[in-house]
């Protein structure tokens, strides 16, 4: 009795401590996105529906380069580093960081260059992305890092130095009335939490890493970059069909409509800083529970999207959204059933994305990516063709949902295939990866 009753108190324990960090991903998040989402509600109130579309283009470009940056730099180091010795987080960190800030170098200067030749104005949003890529990518392997310790309150900190930055930083770019100006007034926001990460953690990125931490991690790096970029890349493809097939504004249109989930996908994103350290530390410890935790996390994040998305059709007026996002919301409001729809897809999704990260197992989670990411711009760009922005978001809708079959499935496949590392051959440790 006596033994049951310690294992009960070290099992109450451990779900406190991970409720605990669970706690600071959402709250970080939840900052994170609401400094990512008063950007958005300026450019849409201030510019219109038009120049929201360029922004959206911008922001999704964003997006990829920070999938580049997670899948080289963060993503391995909070599969490999996230239980482990101070000094070897340190080391691991410094690196991983000298390879975010790379990733935002080469990709900021492709940016400049593919800005120089664009055509205007659009050309000059895409040379102001350039131009704060390093920051932006600097800053988010701080959050990851931190996470990957288990302190999350830290990154809690950075994001909200964001935050605090961004206040000025609009006032003046509201002055200007660009794409441009907000754009450059977010990156460089994002820049002073950049710095401010290096205070926090006492540690140097060293950019000369790079090469070797890419080299050392290839066997998880390859797969989780060809998987983040396939994942970014398809809404990346899918907004520039969308803009060639039915124009800017329609761009402006979807994106409108995923804004206004921006508070649930904050769940989404804040769970994810930390459902796969947290996943690997539940593999550790009891193997049999993994499968329970990825249902849990992905019910509970799907049921959370389908209310958020329900409770703005029915109780958000027209009036009100109208005061929210000016003139976007006349375009958006159609569209926020099949994004909702969507996004609970996407939050079930998570859960299977946790577990197989967990499990370390970057062959299969790579294959059910690519599955739903050629899904996603297919039925995106067939939809969009057929009925304009509405088109793309039923389409892209059913895309998600086929996906969320094929990584329950992969995980199942992969939960199989499972060994504890005492118990696996050399053959299997290639073969898990």
């Not at 991690?217 to 983040?228: A, C, G, P």
């Not at 970014?232 to 402006?252: D, E, H, M, N, P």
Request: charged share 10%; proline share 3%; glycine share 14%.
């Amino acid at each position: 009795m006596a033994g049951g009753r310690h294992r009960a108190t070290l099992a109450s324990g451990a779900v406190r401590a991970m409720a605990g960090r669970l706690s600071w991903g959402l709250g970080d998040q939840a900052v994170s996105s609401l400094t990512n989402f008063a950007v958005g509600l300026f450019v849409a109130r201030s510019l219109g529906t038009f120049a929201f579309g360029m922004f959206s283009l911008a922001w999704v470009t964003y997006g990829v380069v920070l999938n580049l940056s997670r899948g080289l730099a963060t993503d391995p180091m909070m599969v490999r580093f996230s239980a482990v010795s101070e000094e070897a987080w340190r080391r691991a960190v410094s690196r991983a960081a000298g390879t975010a800030i790379g990733v935002g170098l080469a990709t900021g200067l492709i940016s400049v260059i593919a800005g120089l030749v664009a055509v205007q104005p659009l050309g000059g949003v895409f040379v102001a992305l350039g131009a704060v890529l390093p920051g932006l990518m600097l800053q988010d392997a701080w959050r990851f890092a931190l996470f990957a310790k288990g302190d999350g309150k830290k990154a809690f900190v950075n994001d909200t130095v964001w935050g605090v930055a961004l206040i000025p930083a609009l006032g003046i770019a509201s002055h200007f009335g660009t794409v441009v100006a907000f754009v450059l007034a977010w990156g460089l926001a994002g820049a002073v939490a950049a710095v401010y990460g290096m205070f926090q953690t006492g540690i140097v990125p060293r950019l000369s890493a790079m090469t070797g931490w890419v080299k050392e991690q290839r066997d998880l790096s390859v797969r989780y970059l060809i998987e983040n970029v396939s994942n970014a890349g398809s809404s990346q493809l899918r907004a520039y069909g969308l803009g060639a097939i039915a124009g800017i504004t329609a761009v402006g249109a979807v994106r409108g409509a995923e804004q206004l989930l921006g508070p649930f996908l904050a769940l989404l994103m804040g769970l994810s800083l930390t459902t796969v350290a947290e996943g690997a530390r539940v593999l550790q410890r009891a193997p049999h529970r993994l499968k329970h935790f990825c249902v849990v996390l992905g019910g509970g994040q799907a049921g959370a999207a389908l209310l958020w998305g329900l409770g703005l059709l029915i109780l958000v007026p027209h009036d009100v959204g109208r005061w929210i996002m000016g003139s976007v919301w006349d375009a958006a409001e159609p569209l926020i059933l099949p994004v909702t729809l969507s996004v609970t897809a996407a939050g079930f999704t998570a859960g299977a994305a946790a577990g197989l990260r967990a499990l370390g197992n970057a062959k299969r989670s790579l294959r059910a990516q690519l599955v739903a990411s050629v899904g996603y711009v297919v039925f995106g760009i067939i939809g969009a063709c057929i009925d304009g922005a509405e088109g793309a978001a039923w389409g892209s809708m059913l895309s998600v949902w086929l996906g969320a079959a094929m990584w329950w499935y992969q995980l199942r496949a992969a939960y199989r295939e499972y060994r504890p590392p005492a118990l696996r051959t050399n053959d299997e440790e290639v073969g898990m990866v």
